[in-house]
């Protein structure tokens, strides 16, 4: 008599349904365990299976079992039939996909990779509010990268203090001054504190300007206090909020998308946390299938890294992180990603950042172009001028590249970039 029954969730000749969802993973089985039967327990343990054979099953069940139906070495492609997943529950595709199976002794290392979402999936998403479109006529910025920084050291400030740096870094011509993930509402820096005085120097930045200027003020709590801090910013004229999406967890995000869609507010992503488990290459969730699951539940842009920069992350990753985000249509790419068709999910933009300074922007640039958002914080504030002067060093360096001209052509005209290129030049922080 037969104990498991993990073969039965392999069919190399099956060919998925149009409405299936594909996984594509990583694995690594333990030993004494093949390939076929590895990839048979994660689509098992994933759906319908368990570890031994069952008295008596309802027929129904052979139709929502997953099946494995390509292994290419480490790689296998799972088909999920929809009817497994709940409609408009992104919390729930998680335990599916990215549950039990990580922690099973049959494999070494496992790592999802990427899933491929069907139309009749997407159709009960609502994505990002705005879309890049709607972004860039709300910030009225056109033709090159939306601009912001963190003020630095990224916590320590006073809620005045952090107002002050923001306001040089308006007036540098940035568009937005951005909290960074540790920072919500110290004994120091309240957050109500931050909201009005930063309001008070945006509107003097914005009179003085005739610019359009913004902020990604950091809302990161529990779900209630994040909807009251949301408030606050609505009714300051405020029209983001940043919300740390990997700590806070996937179901207030979806939470926050419409709470914050209804007052106007486009969400700012940040990964804090993202590395724990999509630094290893072996194992865990790639960065890729974060941003796509924040892309389907809505977020407004979301952090994607610079390649050149301090943080990991290959120029190829940044790319195809990029048109994740922004196109309709994504062609496969594997073993890195999956085909994907967003249908009427709206776009949202990849934001650059970490280690960046003036020498780098076009670095960035030719990676990203221009839909992006550039954020460039040491590398202003580390200017020898100051926060203003370092401001304007990098949207120089963005004119350079859109010029046509080196970063050295263009200094023999811009002060603020020379004096950026004599400390940095294209310095690229380890």
């Not at 994040?226 to 999406?245: C, F, Q, T």
């Not at 486009?266 to 488990?277: D, L, Q, T």
């Amino acid at each position: 008599m037969a104990i498991d029954w993990y073969n039965k969730f392999v069919d190399l000749n099956y060919l998925p349904a149009n409405d299936e969802l594909v996984c594509l993973f990583y694995f690594e089985p333990a030993a004494g365990i093949s390939a076929e039967d590895a990839a048979g327990r994660i689509a098992s343990e994933s759906s319908t299976g368990t570890w031994t054979t069952l008295f008596a099953m309802p027929p129904r069940m052979k139709k929502l079992q997953a099946t494995a139906f390509a292994i290419d070495g480490h790689y296998a492609k799972i088909a999920y039939p929809l009817d497994l997943w709940e409609q408009g529950n992104a919390v729930q595709l998680l335990s599916g996909i990215a549950g039990n199976i990580f922690g099973m002794k049959a494999l070494l290392n496992l790592r999802l990779i990427d899933v491929s979402l069907p139309q009749a999936y997407l159709e009960h998403f609502k994505g990002p509010h705005f879309g890049n479109d709607g972004i860039r006529a709300m910030m009225k910025v056109h033709g090159r990268p939306l601009t912001g920084a963190v003020p630095k050291p990224k916590i320590g400030f006073s809620a005045q203090e952090h107002a002050e740096v923001g306001y040089e870094t308006w007036m540098g011509g940035f568009d937005f001054v951005k909290d960074d993930e540790n920072l919500t509402s110290t004994s120091f820096n309240q957050f109500e504190d931050r909201v009005k005085l930063l309001t008070k120097k945006r509107d003097r930045a914005e009179q003085e300007t005739g610019e359009k200027k913004s902020a990604f003020i950091n809302i990161t709590a529990e779900t209630e206090t994040m909807k009251r801090r949301a408030d606050l910013l609505a009714s300051y004229g405020w029209n983001y909020a940043m919300i740390d999406v990997v700590v806070a967890g996937t179901a207030s995000v979806m939470t926050m998308r419409d709470y914050c869609s209804d007052l106007g507010l486009a969400i700012h992503a940040h990964r804090a946390m993202h590395a724990a488990f999509d630094r290893n290459r072996k194992h865990g969730i790639t960065m890729y299938f974060l941003a796509k699951l924040m892309r389907l539940v809505g977020v407004s842009q979301i952090h994607t890294g610079t390649a050149v920069g301090k943080l990991t992350g290959t120029k190829k990753e940044s790319m195809l992180l990029a048109d994740l985000l922004r196109e309709k249509k994504v062609p496969a790419a594997e073993p890195l990603c999956l085909s994907q068709d967003w249908g009427t999910i709206k776009s949202a933009f990849p934001v650059s950042s970490g280690g960046l300074h003036p020498g780098l922007v076009p670095d960035v640039l030719s990676i990203y172009g221009t839909d992006l958002v550039l954020l460039v914080s040491g590398g202003i504030h580390g200017h020898p001028k100051g926060t203003r002067a370092g401001a304007q060093a990098t949207m120089q360096a963005i004119e350079a590249w859109e010029e046509g001209v080196t970063l050295d052509e263009k200094a023999t005209t811009a002060k603020e970039l020379a004096q950026a290129l004599e400390k940095w030049g294209h310095y690229k922080p380890k």
